[in-house]
């Protein structure tokens, strides 16, 4: 099984919501990510987890709530957002948090804030 | 990371090879030159990646310089399915697993 899975496929929310992404990998790998993409731009990281540990944070304001509660599942908790975070959100994992490995990435959950 | 400048667009006949150039004048000794492509709306692919060396895989070949300041991606035969945006990235090696991913080439395969 090589496949990152991401759920839901899009969300739409209200900005005084509180929602949830998921995203799975059951190939073993111990690192996990969150990127965001705006329309026509590149991704752009916001996390990484190593070893179900927080081990990058880009800055990314607390409204977004990273949660890695086993190896294979990776949670992104979403509260209080604003109509510019729409965008796709993109999850990706690797066998370790090194540069000498390929990142698998999921096809994304598309969300519109309201 | 190195910063890495890719021409934003290019277009290639159906059937002939996919010469993507990148250069990365700034790279240093101990950074990879990555490439991954996103078909539209989907998530970004590994494509292939070097040190030093050329490298082939089953998708593609990377030609690294010798001086390492530029590389160029190779689709041998382009289909209709490899039009996507393709990323150049150059990583540092114990970075904790950063991507920082440039604009990209948008390439075109025409019929």
């Known amino acids: 099984d090589t496949e990152v899975t991401q759920t839901p496929k899009h969300l739409v929310m209200g900005m005084t919501n509180k929602k949830s992404l998921k995203c799975e990998q059951h190939m073993g790998h111990r690192a996990m990510y969150w990127y965001k993409q705006k329309a026509k731009k590149p991704p752009e990281l916001m996390f990484v987890?190593?070893?179900?540990?927080?081990?990058i944070n880009e800055s990314v304001p607390s409204r977004f709530s990273p949660e890695c509660p086993n190896s294979s599942l990776l949670n992104l908790h979403l509260h209080a957002l604003q109509p510019e975070d729409s965008a796709l959100y993109l999850c990706a994992s690797s066998p370790r948090s090194l540069s000498s490995y390929e990142q698998y990435f999921g096809p994304g959950t598309r969300l519109t804030v309201t | 990371d190195a910063k890495t400048t890719q021409p934003p667009s290019m277009d290639c006949a159906e059937g002939r090879a996919a010469n993507l150039p990148c250069n990365h004048s700034t790279i240093s000794g101990n950074e990879y030159v990555y490439w991954y492509r996103q078909i539209h709306s989907q998530g970004p692919q590994y494509i292939i990646h070097g040190l030093k060396n050329n490298e082939t895989n089953e998708m593609a070949s990377l030609i690294i310089t010798e001086d390492r300041k530029s590389s160029t991606l190779i689709l041998p035969h382009a289909t209709l399915r490899d039009t996507a945006v393709y990323y150049c990235i150059a990583r540092i090696y114990n970075q904790g697993g950063k991507l920082i991913f440039g604009q990209g080439t948008e390439l075109s395969v025409k019929p």
């Open positions: 987890y190593s070893y179900e540990k927080l081990s």
